[in-house]
């Protein structure tokens, strides 16, 4: 089944610990996007990519990177220079032309211990 | 101000009412729009894609104002299953989505 795939589901850090989060994807989308969901807030996007080792920051990139070496997979890691990094972290993906819907993995959830 | 904004909600319904939820973008240029429905600690699903002539899905309307730079979202005959946050989201010219920050709607028995 075709699909997009985010692991760990929960995932819990030490502070000062940097952590990567998977993203996956099967549909053969060219765009993909990280977004961060604080409680009771909407979305909010972190970085996304149109292309091929090619990304671009969203509204809040500070203390996170990503990389895009392969069309199917975004990785997002939370650096240790993110100050408030507990959150539901969402990856999604769609087909670059307009007018799509974006497909999104159901989420890790990241606590600082 | 934000690019998408949204009814602060909450919305408290009873079984059977009509309820509308009203976005508003400020990118004029925007191209694509999507109401988004996310469960609690889920993530969001495709509801309905909005077109400029409206769009109706069972008891989902959905309605596009370019020139008001807004968009609603009608249900009627609530059920208890429509108790969800709905989001609003708007595709721009760089064709990266922005949400809203959802509006919560809880239907009471």
């Known amino acids: 089944d075709g699909g997009i795939t985010q692991s760990p589901k929960y995932l819990f850090r030490k502070e000062g610990q940097n952590v990567t989060l998977s993203c996956e994807q099967n549909l053969n989308h060219d765009a993909m996007y990280w977004y961060r969901q604080d409680p009771g807030q909407g979305l909010r996007l972190i970085y996304y990519s149109q292309i091929v080792n090619d990304f671009q920051k969203g509204d809040i990139a500070e203390g996170y990177s990503v990389s895009r070496e392969k069309k199917e997979s975004f990785p997002l890691t939370v650096t240790s220079a993110q100050k408030n990094p507990t959150a539901f972290y969402l990856c999604a993906s769609s087909p670059i032309s307009m007018g799509t819907e974006a497909f999104f993995g159901q989420g890790t959830r990241l606590t600082v211990v | 101000r934000k690019e998408v904004e949204q009814d602060p909600g909450p919305f408290n319904v009873p079984e059977g009412a009509t309820v509308a939820f009203n976005c508003t973008y400020s990118?004029?240029?925007?191209?694509?729009f999507f109401w988004y429905r996310q469960d609690c600690r889920k993530e969001p699903k495709l509801l309905m894609s909005?077109?400029?002539s409206g769009n109706e899905d069972g008891r989902f309307t959905a309605q596009l104002n370019r020139a008001s730079q807004y968009i609603s979202l009608l249900i009627r005959d609530s059920k208890l299953s429509d108790s969800a946050t709905y989001l609003c989201v708007v595709s721009g010219s760089a064709r990266q989505l922005t949400f809203g920050s959802g509006t919560q709607l809880t239907v009471l028995p």
């Open positions: 909005v077109y400029s």
């Open positions: 990118n004029s240029a925007s191209q694509s």
